[in-house]
């Protein structure tokens, strides 16, 4: 079965961080850009950050970028997202596709997503 699992997103209080982790089954990650993607109540899905194949070319979404550091092991097909200096507006289920590009305006041609993972910020 071809899947991705998303872990590590719970509750955490302002100015915490917290990493979600991004595991692929079924299929190997070496050959596809992974992107972070977030929905929040009441709001559109949008994309948060986005990394090469090759792990040398990353982007971000502005509201993210210095806080949010994407990554990806492919020797463990496995992504992951770091996220410092949470804010309440960080609130969102996260998800993580594979995409089959990276350019620098994020991830494109998205063929798998994870079911995604609830990052709650508050005090």
């Known amino acids: 079965q071809l899947q991705l699992v998303e872990s590590g997103g719970g509750l955490v209080q302002p100015g915490g961080s917290l990493r979600l982790s991004c595991a692929a089954s079924?299929?190997?990650?070496?050959?596809?850009?992974i992107g972070w993607f977030r929905q929040a109540p009441g709001k559109e899905r949008e994309g948060v950050s986005c990394?090469?194949?090759?792990?040398?070319?990353?982007n971000y979404a502005d509201s993210v970028k210095g806080r949010f550091t994407i990554s990806r092991d492919n020797a463990k097909n496995t992504a992951y997202l770091q996220m410092n200096s949470l804010k309440p507006e960080d609130t969102a289920v996260y998800y993580c596709?594979?995409?089959?590009?990276?350019?620098?305006?994020?991830?494109?041609?998205?063929?798998?997503w994870g079911k995604g993972i609830l990052v709650t910020v508050s005090s």
């Open positions: 596709a594979a995409g089959s590009y990276y350019s620098h305006n994020g991830c494109g041609g998205m063929q798998y």
């Open positions: 990394i090469s194949s090759s792990g040398g070319l990353a």
């Open positions: 079924g299929f190997t990650l070496d050959y596809y850009a």
